[in-house]
T-cell receptor, first 111, second 115 residues
């Protein structure tokens, strides 16, 4: 079942700007992951953050997790045209390793 | 490593026919694979969990007789859409579970169009 909600639904920014998107979920989680999907393609794993972690970095990506608010954010710094894609968060639970995906944020980076 | 392929990438079929989609883990063995469905501009919805050597587990609302899943080997799972209807037109994505249960490696997806 889909438990994540993401906002904004769509985001349009200029190349070089930062893009921030948020994900909220409803039940307690084990891990939260972010994926990227280019139009009509499969998913590419970006980063995983465990429920006992608060922040994680990977290159130009920064993910935060606030389990008290049941929310996570993904920040892409110094965006590039190639970052244009849809971004999804996905959670898994302690008893159930199936992934539950958020609705996604479509990011458009204008050159 | 951890590459998952799907075949075909696109398929067009007529109403009433059946179509099979293959999902392969190319460089690792996957006891568990997952099948998702994605409508345009929407998120991925889990359809079923495919376990090698046993019956698939379907999510609520997914017709198991319509979406037949076979996981006959540790590197191959197939999804057969039987008696396809135009409303079955969608993007179908599979994933294979890695060494850690929360790791999933996704295939590139199959675009099914039923005319």
């Amino acid at each position: 079942s889909q438990q994540g909600e993401e906002d904004p639904q769509a985001l349009s920014i200029q190349e070089g700007e930062n893009a921030t998107m948020n994900c909220s979920y409803k039940t307690s989680i084990n891990n939260l992951q972010w994926y990227r999907q280019n139009s009509g393609r499969g998913l590419v794993h970006l980063i995983l953050i465990r429920s006992n972690e608060r922040e994680k970095h990977s290159g130009r990506l920064r993910v935060t997790l606030d389990t008290s608010k049941k929310s996570s954010s993904l920040l892409i710094t110094a965006s590039r045209a190639a970052d244009t894609a849809s971004y999804f968060c996905a959670t898994d639970g302690w008893d159930d390793y199936k992934l539950s995906f958020g609705a996604g944020t479509t990011v458009t980076v204008r050159a | 490593g951890a590459v998952v392929s799907q075949h075909p990438s696109r398929v067009i079929c007529k109403s009433g026919t059946s179509v099979k989609i293959e999902c392969r883990s190319l460089d690792f063995q996957a006891t568990t694979m997952f099948w998702y469905r994605q409508f345009p501009k929407q998120s991925l919805m889990l359809m079923a969990t495919s376990n090698e050597g046993s019956k698939a587990t379907y999510e609520q609302g997914v017709e198991k007789d319509k979406f037949l899943i076979n996981h006959a080997s540790l590197t191959l799972s197939t999804l057969t859409v039987t008696s396809a209807h135009p409303e079955d037109s969608s993007f179908y994505i599979c994933s294979a579970e890695g060494e850690r249960r929360y790791e999933q490696y996704f295939g590139p997806g199959t675009r099914l169009t039923v005319t």
